[in-house]
């Protein structure tokens, strides 16, 4: 356990269907991260919150939509998504860099999202 | 551009001692992570250098060199239950990692 939960754990869902995923972090972080995990490809980078405010969108399609109410909890909200997103979807959370912790990132266990 | 390389796949005996290369390229540089992820579960943080030189934490240990962009993770006394992908990870000047595909290591009998 690293303190990180996703749920749900598997999601499948038709190109038509919305769904959220959602993750908490019980670390008392500050920062919190959405990453995407294709198949031999590097963790690519979703969407960054800081204190709650979205710092980083790395040119994310609008069919993802983050929210992050306050700073244990991040969502994801999925609409109209293409087989091509079918991938594991990674939540992480870490301490922001000026507040002098320890700058890992612990990831949550992710989703294994499949979009027929 | 950034850019991390890291071999794909590399095979090792139980027992033995196997090193894994990492070569980054950063816009600016906080440091080099190296985590460890078995199969269907999450990434489990391992090491970071930020200096020059090696950190030894048990069996593992890392080595960073910043001149030559390049770190190594080193596994001693190597344990069936060490099979599994080893991603090598820089973060940039705004604080952001960047990630390579990882090294999925085979430990044979």
């Known amino acids: 356990e690293t303190g990180v939960t996703q749920t749900p754990r598997h999601l499948v869902m038709g190109m038509t269907n919305k769904k959220s995923l959602k993750c908490e972090q019980h670390l008392g972080h500050n920062a919190m991260y959405w990453y995407k995990q294709s198949a031999k490809k590097p963790l690519e980078l979703m969407f960054v919150y800081n204190f709650k405010e979205q710092t980083e969108n790395n040119s994310v399609p609008s069919r993802f939509s983050p929210e992050c109410p306050n700073s244990s909890h991040l969502f994801l909200h999925l609409h109209t998504l293409q087989p091509e997103d079918s991938a594991l979807y990674l939540c992480?959370?870490?301490?922001?860099?000026?507040?002098?912790?320890?700058?890992?990132?612990?990831f949550g266990p992710g989703t294994r999202l499949t979009v027929l | 551009g950034q850019n991390i390389d890291q071999p794909t796949e590399m095979t090792a005996t139980e027992g033995a001692i196997v090193q894994i290369n990492c070569t980054y390229q950063t816009s600016g540089f906080n440091g080099l992570f190296w985590y460890q992820q078995h199969a269907g579960e999450a990434p489990t943080f391992l090491s970071y250098?930020?200096l020059d030189g090696l950190e030894e934490k048990g069996r593992f240990s890392s080595f960073l060199s910043r001149s030559k962009g390049y770190s190594y993770l080193l596994l001693k006394e190597l344990q069936m239950k060490d099979s599994a992908s080893y991603l090598c990870?820089?973060?940039?000047?705004?604080?952001?990692?960047?990630w390579g595909a990882g090294t999925k290591l085979i430990i044979k009998p």
């Open positions: 990870a820089g973060m940039d000047s705004n604080y952001q990692l960047i």
């Open positions: 250098n930020v």
């Open positions: 992480a959370s870490s301490h922001k860099e000026s507040s002098g912790g320890a700058p890992e990132q612990f």
